[in-house]
């Protein structure tokens, strides 16, 4: 019995091991290369087949400004500031899913996020957010602000098979990311907590108010410099 346990114990390490030198490599690659596939878009290509999925990576200086501090401004205010988590924000968080009795708030950061996409599955767990936090850690290491900006970016859902900015422009306003005005933008980040159900309910008045609340907020974000 103890030998049985002691070699559970030792695959159980040896996957967990092999899943951060995964997620380490894959880093390290994409620190240079574009993200052509995240988690997120395997998964969605695993469970649908209609719709295709809609990608196509940009670099950062052919994605307008505005869609970039609409996402900060919505999603991570202190994302120049933190170093991949927002203490405060996480705190709110278990304190509501303390209240709850289950988690239902993970007060994510961008980089947090984009951990998430680019390797974990979209399941609330503690032990999901463990492998979040490991993976956030390494990335806020191997690569700067700007560069986590520009992949999250183009890898974040904006509606059912509509990945990245460029998807998302092409789809909702039929030009490209480049060229996205403040409202466009403010709209696009607006969708973000629950894209495929904005997508279908655009007029929503939350989605409306977040727009709104974004869009004012936008001329106070700092983006990013190359590091």
């Given at each position: ?27 390290v ?41 609409a ?11 933190h170093s ?22 993970g ?7 984009l ?14 957010k ?12 191997l690569w ?6 520009e992949v ?28 996205l ?20 309910h ?24 190359d590091?």
């Amino acid at each position: 019995m103890k030998a049985f346990i002691a070699r559970a114990v030792l695959i159980g390490i040896s996957v967990f091991l092999l899943v951060q030198l995964w997620i380490f490599s894959s880093l390290v690659w994409w620190k240079y290369q574009p993200v052509e596939r995240s988690m997120f878009m395997r998964i969605y290509e695993w469970n649908y087949k209609q719709p295709a999925i809609r990608h196509e990576w940009k670099d950062s200086d052919r994605i307008s400004n505005n869609l970039k501090r609409a996402l900060i401004a919505g999603e991570d205010a202190k994302f120049i500031d933190h170093s991949g988590f927002d203490w405060t924000g996480i705190q709110l968080a278990l304190t509501k899913n303390e209240k709850k009795g289950e988690v239902v708030a993970g007060g994510s950061t961008i980089s947090q996020q984009l951990a998430k996409n680019l390797f974990l599955f979209n399941q609330r767990s503690y032990i999901r957010k463990g492998q979040e936090a490991i993976a956030t850690w390494m990335m806020e290491r191997l690569w700067s602000k700007q560069r986590i900006l520009e992949v999250y970016v183009n890898s974040v859902e904006f509606g059912k098979g509509i990945y990245g900015a460029e998807a998302a422009a092409q789809y909702y306003f039929g030009k490209s990311a480049a060229n996205l005005s403040k409202s466009e933008a403010a709209q696009l980040a607006a969708y973000l907590p629950n894209p495929k159900y904005y997508q279908d309910h655009p007029s929503d008045r939350k989605v409306r108010a977040r727009k709104a609340r974004i869009q004012r907020y936008m001329g106070y974000v700092r983006l990013p410099k190359d590091e």
